[in-house]
């Protein structure tokens, strides 16, 4: 159970205790912030509101820290990210039950967020083995005007402290995802976890601290984003921000000093359909894309864009489908489950009601109780509705029949986001050419857009984000390249006459 067993000194009484100086504490401010279940809306957990003076204290001790933590060998490091991942994913049960509590996932897929985010930190481990034991070695000579008298030796050095926010919808798979690049590669690393999903998120670091990290290298500071979020984002110390969220992320973009920005943000993605697409094949990714984890994905399908003359026979499959999913508790592993919060219910319920007030078909009746929505597809969207245009993050998927490529291509690259988008159709000639055109980070042909496996790239055009994540690029964003430039008297010529005799 999630509190208890090995997990017992995270809790101080009911409320969770944040984690500096490699120690469980209370929080001097006397305050906690509630985490709300979003199947029952009742308090379910308390965390500490931390105050400045303890981010203060945090970011002194990660920037110390972080000087030793650099001078340790990469295999050390390496190790001890091994050890973390194997104690987190032994003790899957009592974080995936958190998950399912704090943010209503799916029991099964919160397991298996805690085992693909093992998987994350054991294969950032090798990689960083591997790309940060490399270097560069360079040649005056091949730039004009040069003779060979300059040896470059580059190599990739930290930056200093990492800031991790992830958001609620991946609490543990997105913190690890800033977390294991940012250690392999020689930063400390500050956590604030997304206020829903916080308690996964401790449970997830006291991982890292029966690994035996180093004191003061890992911090978590709780408390809601609107209270402590910019004091932590503008704080002097912090190197590199890696963030995962919303609109927050293009303030934070804003405010941000000097510093490497990782920002994954929201998306539109579109399905675009063409006339030879295997409709089963759409029907079922669109069923998976649209409304696994109900919609709550920043990759979910959210507008499909169907060429007319397919369109009736695709929108009666997914109909056929959307019968099948089961709504109800996360607890039984509910296709459907109640959204994260009263507020996000609430815009969800205004896409809708403005969809319906402009004459969207509604292919099923718009059924809600509490902060569950029953999964619904609207047909014959068009895009004078919000619902064309505004992610719903939520089981609510509209449909646009379009009449040309051309046309679902104008409609994708109208939108303000770029994350990704998918194409279905037989010819692999047009899908490239359509995935040439669309203005999204990535495009998938045949398939849901996703961001796995991990180590792919993973990035966002437009509002959609800045940077790129994925293992090898999370590592080389959170590094700083540095260079020792070695300077001959005379040009050395590896096979040159005459060497000796100069010597
Ligand atoms: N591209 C991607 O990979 C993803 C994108 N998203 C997008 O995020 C949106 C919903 O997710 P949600 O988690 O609610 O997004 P938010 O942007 O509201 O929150 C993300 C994180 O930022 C924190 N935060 C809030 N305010 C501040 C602040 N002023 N300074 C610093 N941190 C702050 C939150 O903490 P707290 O919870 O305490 O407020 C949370 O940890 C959707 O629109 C979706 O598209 C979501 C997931 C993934
Ligand atoms: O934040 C998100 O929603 C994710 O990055 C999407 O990840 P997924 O494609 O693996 O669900």
């Known amino acids: 159970m999630a509190g208890t067993g090995l997990f017992s000194e995270i809790l101080d009484g009911e409320v969770y205790k944040y984690y500096a100086d490699g120690e469980w504490k209370t929080s001097s401010s006397g305050k906690s912030v509630a ?12 965390v500490q509101a931390c105050t400045q003076e303890e981010v203060n204290s945090v970011m002194e001790l990660s920037k110390s820290a972080q000087k030793s933590w650099a001078k340790t060998p990469l295999w050390k490091r390496a190790e001890l990210l091994h050890k973390a991942a194997a104690i987190l994913k032994d003790n899957k049960v009592p974080i995936a039950e958190s998950l399912v509590k704090e943010i209503a996932k799916p029991a099964k897929d919160s397991v298996t967020e805690v085992v693909r985010s093992g998987d994350l930190i054991s294969y950032c481990a090798e990689e960083g083995v591997r790309i940060l034991g490399e270097g560069k070695f360079l040649l005056s000579d091949s730039f004009p005007g ?15 402290v990492v800031l991790a926010i992830p958001p609620f919808n991946y609490p543990v798979n997105l913190a690890v995802s800033k977390i294991a690049p940012a250690l392999i590669a020689g930063n400390s690393l500050v956590l604030k976890p997304p206020t829903q999903g916080a308690v996964s998120c401790l449970h997830m670091v006291h991982c890292f601290h029966l690994a035996g990290f180093p004191k003061g ?5 709780t408390g809601k984003g609107s209270e402590i979020g910019d004091f932590l984002t503008m704080h002097p110390a912090v190197n590199c921000i890696s963030f995962t969220g919303g609109d927050t992320g293009i303030s934070i973009s804003k405010k941000a000093g000097m510093i490497p920005l990782q920002m994954e943000l929201g998306g539109k993605d579109a399905c675009v359909v063409l006339e030879d697409a295997d409709l089963d094949l759409v029907a079922s990714n669109i069923i998976k894309g649209g409304f696994s984890y109900s919609g709550q994905r920043c990759t979910a399908v959210k507008v499909v864009l ?3 003359s397919v369109a009736d026979e695709l929108v009666e499959k997914v109909k056929a489908k959307v019968a099948k999913l089961t709504v109800g508790p996360p607890e039984d592993n509910s296709d459907i489950t109640a959204v994260v919060s009263e507020s996000s219910a609430n815009f969800i319920e205004g896409l809708v009601m403005d969809a319906k007030e402009k004459g969207a078909t509604f292919c099923q009746e718009y059924k809600r109780e509490g902060n569950l929505i029953w999964p619904l597809l609207l047909d014959n969207v068009r895009p004078d509705m919000r619902i064309a245009w505004e992610e719903p993050f939520g089981p609510v998927l509209p449909v646009l029949r379009i009449n040309s490529v051309e046309e679902g291509i104008n409609h994708c690259n109208a939108s303000n986001f770029g994350l990704q988008g998918c194409v279905f159709t037989k010819d692999i000639n047009k899908a490239i050419l359509i995935s040439d055109a669309m203005e999204t980070g990535t495009v998938q042909i045949n398939s849901a857009p996703a961001r796995g496996p991990d180590h792919f790239p993973f990035q966002g055009l ?5 940077g790129s994540q994925g293992v090898t690029n999370s590592i080389n964003l959170m590094t700083k390249v540095k260079t020792t430039v070695i300077n001959l008297p005379t040009p050395s010529y590896s096979m040159g006459d005459g060497l000796i005799a100069r010597l």
């Open 35 to 46: 985490i709300i279940n979003p199947s029952t809306r009742k308090t379910q957990y308390k």
């Open 146 to 160: 040069n003779e060979r008298t300059k040896y470059c030796l580059t190599s990739k050095i930290p930056l200093g």
């Open 217 to 221: 290298l890992i911090s978590c500071i």
């Open 306 to 308: 169907v060429m007319e």
């Open 462 to 466: 437009k509002d959609s984000g800045i």
